[in-house]
Every structure is written in structure tokens, then in C-alpha cells.
């Protein structure tokens, strides 16, 4: 029985994933980008920043910078074995990960507006890429950058 509940899963997960990478595929293209950039992870951040008109440095604040503190965190934690220096360093992940949640935001809203789209659209991007990112590529939407 939990076979089948697996097997559906892995399922429903391959369908989303191969949808969300369709509709970057589109709408990379849309923006003359390679679209084979939507299956090369990280690139693919790179040139979503790139359509939205931001730097690709971004990439080092959204992904890099929050997993460096924890691991900061934890290393100093192990050879230290103090506990606040690890809670300092950890809640200064939290930071950065947050700041990289807000910097993200931000590229999607003007990676939206780019694609004549408003904020609204941009928090559905945000919140419900696998409704919102097809009906970008698949729509009649036509890249014009702000």
C-alpha cells in the first residue's frame, strides 16, 4: 500500500517538475535566453535574474550566503562547543535567508513586469509557479523590459 502511495508521489513531483521546467524553457526563450538554461540548476537563477534586470551576484546572497553561516555556525559549534556562538551564527542564517527570500521577491516582480505582468502576478509566480510560470510561457504574453 505505501509502494503505491510512494509511486504516486514520485509521480505527481516528475509531472510538476517537468511542467515548471517546460514553462521556464518558453519563457527563457520569450526573452531570447537559452532555454536549456531552465535544467542547469543555478544557471537557471542566473538567467531568471538576468531576464528581471538584476545582478547575477544575487545568486551568491540567495543561496551561498545563508548556507555559509550555518555552516559556520555548526563548525565553530563543534570545535568551540558553544552553544551561543552557534545560535549567533544560525540566527545570522536566518537573516540571510530571509534576505534571500526578499531579493528573490523582488526579481519576480520585475521579472513579471517584464512580461507585461503586474505585482499580483508576480506573488502567484512566487507562491504558485506550477499555475502561474505556464500561463506566462503558454500564454500571450510578449517580453518587453521595464
Not at 552553544?83 to 513579471?112: H, R
Amino acid at each position: 500500500m505505501y509502494m503505491v502511495f510512494l509511486l504516486l508521489y514520485i509521480l505527481c513531483a516528475l509531472t510538476c517538475m517537468g511542467v515548471i521546467i517546460a514553462s521556464a524553457w518558453v519563457a527563457f526563450s520569450k526573452a531570447r535566453r537559452p532555454g536549456w538554461a531552465s535544467i542547469v540548476p543555478v544557471y537557471n537563477v542566473i538567467v531568471f535574474l538576468d531576464i528581471a534586470g538584476k545582478p547575477w551576484w544575487w545568486v551568491l546572497i540567495i543561496f551561498v550566503a545563508p548556507f555559509a553561516l550555518y555552516f559556520l555556525g555548526f563548525l565553530l559549534f563543534m570545535i568551540l562547543l558553544s552553544f551561543m556562538v552557534a545560535m549567533i551564527f544560525y540566527g545570522l542564517g536566518l537573516v540571510a535567508s530571509v534576505g534571500g527570500l526578499v531579493l528573490s521577491i523582488m526579481a519576480a516582480i520585475t521579472f513579471a513586469k517584464n512580461y507585461g505582468f503586474g505585482i499580483g502576478f508576480a506573488i502567484g509566480l512566487v507562491l504558485l509557479p506550477m499555475v502561474f510560470l505556464p500561463y506566462l510561457a503558454f500564454g500571450d504574453a510578449e517580453y518587453q523590459p521595464v
